[in-house]
Each structure stands twice: as structure tokens, then as C-alpha cells.
């Protein structure tokens, strides 16, 4: 069966996350993805965060599978002649690095449009035009400065990264939904065009709703928060939702650092939980029966239903408020997730083999295509793919060789 992006050739030009995060989905999607790294060292987290000697990093392969490797020396002039015969057959070309970098090795926007007018030049910078534009960034860079730091942890503590990889990855997903925008923009006009993402911009995005709440304040407090003072920002509130159904994580036993059920609070949902707690006469009483009269004593809502959940395992907890259609979900360790069998059954998380370092786990394709499977593939080992690539787009054997002795791939 033909994959969705079977046919596209992508040049790929990213290191460390978020761009390699962005070529990682469209090689699951069936892209040709053609990894070009400078020789000897390849992109910097083949060696960062080693577990196994002498073996790229899981940094690395968990960003990288599906992809093919090829070395070449863009400081060479050699090696910027292979670099444009790549461009001038390939119908993508993603990049991250730093601002002007690209520019440096001779390939502006409009010298690639030159070389192939068909060309789709997607890049992640950090911050977009302006005051920011020539700041560096990494992963809580971009938290700190796209709102989510500010609105995260609680209100008695330091703003607060998360674990999620919002500012990386998350900027990774936005280029590749503005990349097959302009795949399908081309087949109307022909021509490929620049598509930039801004980690800030991204990450700005994931906390809309974080904006929604700042200019709501203008009208008094925000009722949904449990905060009880209010200034003119949005404040931390730790684990409320903050939204249009309170939420909170509730203690279970045996009480360990991720025994703990997140349990929301429908209208609905009210009676059955006065029910499972023992309190079933709060359904009725009209300071706890309507969810204007419970948004005032939310705490108490969520101790009352945590002294039921503390003698619980949140297993049990989450299959006793699922009978009743009640919306919940255990805070699941990463231990949990990678040993989850029903996450291994879906393909969320598989296993993949390796030459250098064995076997190892690493999420699957989040994005399901019921026409497009998706087989995951393990991360090329450095140059692998030179000699075939090249080999591909004219260069006889010879002609590799003298290359690469030359040192330009």
C-alpha cells in the first residue's frame, strides 16, 4: 500500500528536536528523508545523553527513524556542489539552525528558488522578526517567553516548566501542518514557497487559552481558578483546568508520587460521585447540587472526593467513576507508559532493533492514516546512506570516492 507522502523528497538539514521531530513525521508518512549531516560528528545528540558506549544517543534514534544519513561538508565548495544537486531534486528543505546560518553557506531563499523554483523551505527559528529575532533558543527559552511558564506550577512557587516538550516538538508539528499546507498549495500553482515557524509563536498557541483568560480578567475574578486574590495577570493554579469543567488530581493509595486520579466534574457527573463517596445527600442540598454553587468551595468538592479516592488505587478509582461516565485519568508514570501493554498493542510506543545498541523503545506515529500505515523504521547510523544517495543522483563510484577523499562529504 503507497504511503501518504510516498514520492516526496526531503533534504534534511535539523538537528537536535524540533526540527528532526518535524522530518521524523513526514518520513512515518512515507517521505524520502534524506538526513545530511556534516562528517566525523553528525548532528550534536548522536553523542549527547549516552547510555551506550560508542553508540548514538537515544536522544538521537528516538528523533530519527525512518530517515536515511548522508555526510557532507558544507563549508566545502565541493561539498556545497553536492548539497546543490540534492536541492535541485528534492522537493523539501527543512532547517533549524540559527538565524543566517543558511545564508552563510551560500543558499538564501533566493538562490535555492533559483536552483528549483519547486522547492518548499521550511524553517523553526526561536522567535520571529524584531526585538527577539537574534536570541537563541532552547525547549524553556520558548516556554518562558510563550506564556506557559507564567501560567504553570502553583501560585506559591517558581514559575514552572513542563515535562512536555511544547516549545520543540510542539513547534515541530506546527511546520509539518504549515508543510503539507504548501505541498498541496504547490499542485495548484507550481511553485514552492518559505514556511517559518517561530518557537514562541507555538508555544504562544498551546496557551490560547491562558490569553482568553488574561482579557477575561479585565471583567473581575476568574471563578474557575481556586486562586483567592487576583491581580491583573493570569495567575498559577496548579492543577485546576481552569476551564468550563473543574478538575483536580485527588490522592489514591498507596500513596506514592504518581498515585493520583485527575477527575473532572461535570453537572452530570455530580450525583454519581455524591454517590461513590457516601454523600448522597449533596445532590440535593442547594449549596453543593449546582455547579454555580459548587464553584465557590471547590477545594471542599475535591477533599471530599479525594478522602474517598485515598483508599483506592487510582485504577480502581478510575474504573469505579468510568461506570458512571464520569471523565478521569490516572497520572501515569513514564515507567507505566512504556511498559503499558495497550500503548504497545496500538503502536503508540514500540520497540525498534538497532545495530550498534540493541533494541529500544521509543514512541510510535501519532498521526493515523487508515490508507497509510506506518512501519517504524530505525534512525540511520551516520553517512550510512552516502554512497546510495549520491550514488542515486549521478555520481559514479569514482566520483564518491574523490569526494570523500577530498573530505567534502
Request: proline letters at 6%; a negative charge; glycine letters at 12%.
Amino acid at each position: 500500500m503507497a504511503k501518504a507522502l510516498e514520492g516526496v523528497r526531503v533534504v534534511d538539514m535539523t538537528h537536535v528536536q524540533s526540527g528532526p521531530s518535524t522530518t521524523q513525521i513526514l518520513a512515518w508518512l512515507g517521505a524520502d528523508v534524506i538526513k545530511v549531516e556534516a562528517p566525523g560528528r553528525g548532528d550534536i545528540t548522536r553523542g549527547q545523553l549516552r547510555d551506550v558506549p560508542d553508540a548514538d544517543s537515544l536522544y538521537f534514534t528516538m528523533l530519527n527513524c525512518n530517515k536515511r544519513s548522508i555526510t557532507v561538508n558544507m563549508k566545502s565548495e565541493q561539498g556545497k556542489a553536492v548539497f546543490t544537486r540534492l536541492v535541485q531534486d528534492a522537493d523539501l528543505l527543512v532547517e533549524n539552525f540559527g538565524p543566517g546560518v543558511m545564508d552563510r553557506f551560500g543558499f538564501t531563499w533566493e538562490r535555492l528558488q533559483e536552483l528549483n523554483e519547486r522547492l518548499i523551505y521550511a524553517s523553526i527559528k526561536g522567535f520571529g522578526p524584531g526585538r527577539y529575532a537574534d536570541l537563541k533558543a532552547y525547549e524553556v527559552v520558548a516556554q518562558a517567553m510563550g506564556g506557559a511558564m507564567s501560567t504553570t506550577g502553583f501560585e506559591d512557587g517558581p514559575p514552572t516548566a513542563t515535562g512536555a516538550q511544547i516549545g520543540d516538538s510542539g513547534s515541530g508539528i506546527h511546520l509539518v501542518a504549515g508543510i503539507l499546507a504548501a505541498l498541496y498549495q504547490r499542485t495548484h500553482t507550481g511553485r514552492g514557497q518559505r514556511v517559518m515557524v517561530a518557537m514562541q509563536d507555538a508555544v504562544l498557541n498551546l496557551c490560547r487559552v491562558k490569553l482568553r483568560d488574561q482579557q477575561r480578567l479585565t471583567h473581575g475574578p476568574l471563578a474557575e481558578y481556586p486562586n483567592q486574590t487576583f491581580d491583573d495577570e493570569v495567575p498559577r493554579s496548579g492543577n485546576a483546568s481552569g476551564g468550563g469543567q473543574p478538575g483536580w488530581a485527588v490522592k489514591c493509595a498507596p500513596g506514592g508520587p504518581n498515585d493520583y486520579v485527575y477527575v473532572v466534574v461535570q453537572p452530570v457527573g455530580w450525583k454519581p460521585i455524591t454517590e461513590l463517596i457516601g454523600r448522597p445527600e449533596l445532590a440535593e442540598d442547594p449549596e453543593w447540587a449546582t455547579p454555580e454553587a459548587r464553584i465557590a468551595r471547590l477545594d471542599k468538592v475535591f477533599s471530599l472526593i479525594e478522602e474517598w479516592t485515598s483508599g483506592l488505587t487510582k485504577w480502581e478509582v478510575m474504573d469505579r467513576l468510568n461506570a458512571h461516565d464520569i471523565p478521569c485519568g490516572p497520572i501515569l508514570s513514564t515507567k507505566e507508559l512504556i511498559g503499558d501493554p495497550t500503548l504497545a498493542e496500538l503502536g503508540t510506543v514500540v520497540e525498534v532493533d538497532h545495530p550498534e545498541r540493541g533494541s529500544f523503545k521509543t514512541v510510535g506515529c501519532p498521526l493515523r492514516l487508515s490508507d497509510s500505515p506506518v512501519e517504524v523504521e530505525r534512525s540511520p547510523l551516520l553517512g550510512e546512506h552516502t554512497d546510495e544517495v549520491l550514488g542515486a543522483l549521478g555520481y559514479a563510484p569514482e566520483e564518491i570516492e574523490e569526494l570523500r577523499g577530498a573530505g567534502a562529504l
